[in-house]
């Protein structure tokens, strides 16, 4: 994995990022493939839309079809049909997410399936041959992010914890291993946390433990923090964010990746992202309007659809609705992130709105 | 509307028809867009499947969103980003499906709308009002399809009604309205239908009532029966009819035009339709087949995903997966017409299998 950064603009900066499946530009939006797809989109519909990385999750994948499966099947890439870089998380922030169903110890995480209620061993070495076998470009290890507001006892043990598993996931060598930075909005810990896993050499940071509902402010602050932390030459993935507003104050900070499920999960409920802010395409006023979504978008929703069809769709359950809104949402995503991209290039980043 | 023999083989015709929207080829089959929407499918990927023309619902466009608000729209046309040619059925399969919701009178047809409760009238005249809004190519009459098996009373008032409709619906000079012949299986009643429809001269023939429950064979032979007491010149429309057997038949009958929401249907429920048979990809024999649905496809599914992958969709309830196999299905349709179109012109029709 090689990244080069090509233009800053304060502590922006517009790169690119090498994989074994390609290269991607950065600061970068990755969609997430949960299950192995994109809800609802095909691999030539995310490209044109002009998404260059995926995210999909160990944890869904590893409980159904199964890493080997996958493997099987010449890995994820060629499984989910999709030939540019992906990267998994470690299924941490999933089974952390199970609270009642599982159990964590010093050895890992033990849980029970959300689909049959078999019992799963989670462990750092586990998370990154699974990873290893989807055979994904980047890969997470496991970690521990804790609820906010944190209880600083639970916040400490869980670092620690995090930096233990860190420990060995490092030592497996498994290709392209982020290291995850946790910490909460505790500066003390997020500057321990970024020493230690500095410490290692990773070939990038994750910032974890964000978007857990702390206030916007606060996770602003403590992004901008933590990547200050950090030199510059290695990427840093901002961890399942999140809404424009918060991708672009995290490019502010320095941040080069993000994912989010908002774009296909707002376009799956109706909700649509345009230059003009957030527009429910349910609401009766959309009724006759003939304009498409976002007037200031080129895509394929907007070339073909108007409001007045897109709300139809939703009124009678046709699932193109979901589909063309969901479209609409990456591709808005796709454009923000080529605007970001060239006003960190040209020195308009700080009058860019999303 | 203009009709084109190009190539007969036995009685089966190969040939186009022209409309204020395009020419489409024949024999066709026209997907169902019953909302103004192929289930999951976007025009330009019908297109690309070698579909011409659609059929789109009177019923369920007149309750939503409303006949006015599509012409409001610019017509159906525009308002679901088809530019092609469109066909719409009359709503009188629909409303005779409510049994126990409606009334029918010589006046027309009350019924409950399955959506709000609120009372809706059908009548001849309306209905063909209703196409013209929509801005249909080809439009159909009010008329009453009887259950089969058919109680002969009930077959005769229901034939009666169907031609007083149609004396009505003629008179009112919409567009190019196909004249519709029922008479269930009763031969002397197709033989007095088609000869009271062919006496008031209608642009083409629709045969109204098959695929209501009866044998195929007698299907087969009622409906070669039918065609056989019709000109040659005009086109032939089998309504809502059917599996790809179903439709050889048709064609060997001298059918011009099929319709049937079975592609898209099927391909929602897991089954696709291949040169080897039909399909159930839930199966779990297919849970580690790299192949694709069927080796003889060149479609855009059978390009890019193994049956793998589409069993993994559909386990893990992906939208992709339905959206996949339906897409395949129409694919597989549009080829079988591009089959039939040119066995029908090098004579080797006798030979074709689905």
Not at 88 to 110: N, Y
Request: charged content about 25%; aromatic content about 8%; glycine content about 10%.
């Amino acid at each position: 994995m090689k990244f080069a950064v090509a233009a800053t603009h304060g502590r922006a900066r517009a790169g690119s990022i090498e994989t074994a499946h390609g290269t991607f530009e950065t600061p970068a939006f990755m969609p997430c493939g949960t299950k192995g797809a994109v809800k609802g989109l095909e691999p030539r519909e995310l490209r044109a839309a002009g998404i260059e990385i995926l995210l999909s999750n160990t944890y869904h994948l590893a409980l159904r079809p199964g890493e080997d499966r996958v493997a099987e099947s010449g890995g994820l890439h060629r499984f989910m049909a999709w030939d540019g870089p992906i990267l998994t998380d470690s299924g941490g922030f999933q089974v952390f997410s199970l609270a009642g169903l599982r159990k964590i110890t010093d050895e890992g995480v033990t849980f029970q399936s959300h689909i049959d209620g078999a019992t799963v061993q989670f462990t750092p070495e586990r998370v990154v041959e699974i990873q290893e076998k989807l055979g994904s470009d980047i890969l997470m290890p496991l970690d521990e992010p804790i609820p906010w507001p944190p209880d600083p006892k639970v916040a400490r043990a869980a670092l620690d914890r995090t930096h233990a598993w860190w420990r060995r996931s490092h030592a497996t060598k498994g290709g392209a291993l982020f290291g995850i930075i946790q910490g909460s909005i505790l500066p003390e810990l997020r500057k321990e946390s970024a020493e230690a896993i500095a410490a290692t050499d990773p070939p990038g940071f994750a910032l974890g433990g964000f978007s857990m509902g702390e206030p916007n402010p606060q996770m602003y602050e403590m992004v901008a923090y933590t990547t200050s932390l950090l030199t510059e030459t290695k990427p840093r993935y901002l961890m399942g964010v999140g809404t424009p507003e918060d991708i672009l104050a995290g490019v502010r900070a320095g941040v080069d990746m993000f994912d989010c499920i908002l774009p296909t999960r707002m376009g799956r409920t109706g909700i649509a992202y345009t230059s003009q802010g957030i527009l429910r395409i349910r609401n009766a006023k959309h009724a006759r309007d003939l304009s498409p979504l976002d007037p200031a978008c080129d895509g394929p929703c907007c070339r073909s659809y108007t409001r007045a069809y897109l709300r139809h769709c939703f009124n009678v359950d046709e699932m193109l609705g979901p589909k063309l809104l969901s479209l609409h949402n990456v591709t808005y995503y796709g454009r923000l992130m080529r605007r970001i991209r060239a006003a960190i290039r040209d020195g308009s980043l700080d009058s860019l709105k999303p």
